[in-house]
Structure formats: C-alpha cells, structure tokens
C-alpha cells in the first residue's frame, strides 16, 4: 500500500469542480423525473422541455437512513460495466488506504455527526470523481434510497469558464462545502478549469488567469479564503471595476 491519503484530500480537490458540474446538471436538467435500466446501464431524465438518455451509467452506490452500501457490495449482483466505476474506487481505497472508499457498508451517522443520506451520497460521489474523472453525478431517490450514479452526455460537459461563472463556484462552495484546505480546494478547481495559477505572499495569494478571465484569491491566517476577485479580460486589459466587468467578492 502506497501513502495513505485522507478522505478530506480528495473531497478537497474535486469539491468545487463537482459543485460546479452539479449546478450545470440543475441548469440543464431542470424540473424533471428519472427512470433507470440498470441491466441496460441506461438513465433517462424526461424534463417539460427537453429529455436526455445516458447510455453511459455508472452505479456508485445506495445511502438510505442507516448506511452507505457501495455498489460493488450490493447483493443484487449488477453487471460489472454497471459498477465498474466503483470497482475502480474500491481498488484505489485498498491502494491510498481510504477505509471509506473500500469498506462495502457504512453506517450514515458517524463521530456523532447525522448528515442526511443525500449529502454522504454526495459526498462520497465527489471523492469517486476525482478518482475517476468522471466529473457529472446524479442523485436520485427511490422508495426513500438515494442512488448514486456518474452519467455522461454532451449536453452535460461545462461550457468555457466565465468570470460569473467562476465567481459562483468558489463564493458558494466556500459556505456550502465542507473544505478543510482552501488553497488547495481552489488551486484544484482552476487548474483543473485549464487556469494558469500562482500562489504569492508565501501562499496568502492565489492568482489566476485565462479563458478571457483574471482574477486573485487572498487567504487569511488559517488558510481559510478571505477575498475573492475574478475579472473578465478584454484584450488583456482587465476592465475596471464600475464598468461592466464581472466581479465578485467574498470576505
């Protein structure tokens, strides 16, 4: 076994790249019902206007009000290409030493702490992710179970980073993800957006650029982001604040 790695690690470096696919699948999706050939590895979202089919479905997992069952430990005994994303989770828990990738069955609540099913899903998909690289995810709930699934269409890959559209990224998930390395969180995030970055100021910091955006990140004592301002860039001459450049702050 190789050097173990934290959960934590992983659900920092794919936290705000799989926030970001998350809200573009709300976007795309909108309001919709989903059905499921598991045997044919087919998800279907029919929505009020538009509907998408992924031939493309992967299985991660099940939470319901107990636990977390992986997909690969689930007695229905699915297709191995339906669980071979979870497989491969499995395998890279075993290497790093991530107990909570490798363990068949885990209880929901843990070191005191209840988190509702939806969010251990959540969770653990974005740690399968990273490890995958497989970036769209989606939850859905069944007789009160919420299933985890990595899906792929065309109509669900990013469109180019936009100034607004970074700046939406990082402002919520700095509130709504539970990131434990900041610097880190962020500087996976744009290099992985295809942003050039360079940490300065002893890592309190983070620039970065490309994309026809700019922008800086300045971090506090504890590492946590203090400021956040991304610009849009028109020839590269950052337009000004008070014009109609695309600017975001977060303290």
């Not at 700046?167 to 993800?177: E, F, I, P, S, T």
């Not at 880190?184 to 890592?203: C, I, M, N, V, W």
């Not at 620039?207 to 300045?218: A, C, K, L, P």
């Not at 590269?236 to 977060?250: D, E, F, K």
């Amino acid at each position: 076994m190789l050097e173990s790695v934290p959960l934590t690690r992983l659900l920092d470096d794919a936290g705000l790249l799989s926030l970001e696919h998350r809200l573009h699948l709300e976007d795309v999706l909108g309001a919709h019902v989903w059905q499921a050939d598991l045997d044919g590895r087919r998800l279907e979202f029919i929505g009020e206007q538009r509907s998408f089919e992924c031939t493309d479905v992967h299985l991660l997992g099940t939470a319901d009000a107990e636990t977390w069952l992986w997909g690969w430990a689930n007695p229905w005994g699915y297709p191995p290409s339906l669980i071979e994303a979870a497989t491969t989770v499995r395998e890279f828990g075993f290497q790093y030493g991530v107990a909570e990738l490798c363990a068949a069955e885990m209880p929901i609540a843990l070191a005191g702490a209840t988190p509702e099913p939806h969010q251990v899903a959540t969770l653990l998909a974005d740690a399968a992710k990273i490890v995958c690289g497989r970036w769209s995810s989606y939850c859905g709930v069944t007789d009160g179970t919420y299933v985890a699934f990595l899906v792929e269409h065309p109509a669900f890959l990013l469109p180019p980073p936009t100034a607004s559209g970074l700046a939406r990224v990082m402002a919520h998930g700095v509130r709504a993800l539970p990131l434990t390395d900041h610097r880190r969180a962020a500087h996976s995030y744009l290099t992985r957006r295809g942003l050039r970055t360079a940490f300065l100021d002893d890592y309190g910091l983070l620039e970065f650029s490309g994309h026809g955006v700019e922008g800086d990140i300045e971090f506090d004592a504890y590492g946590h982001i203090a400021n956040l301002d991304v610009r849009m860039v028109t020839d590269r001459i950052a337009l000004p604040s008070g014009s109609n450049a695309q600017s975001a702050h977060t303290h």
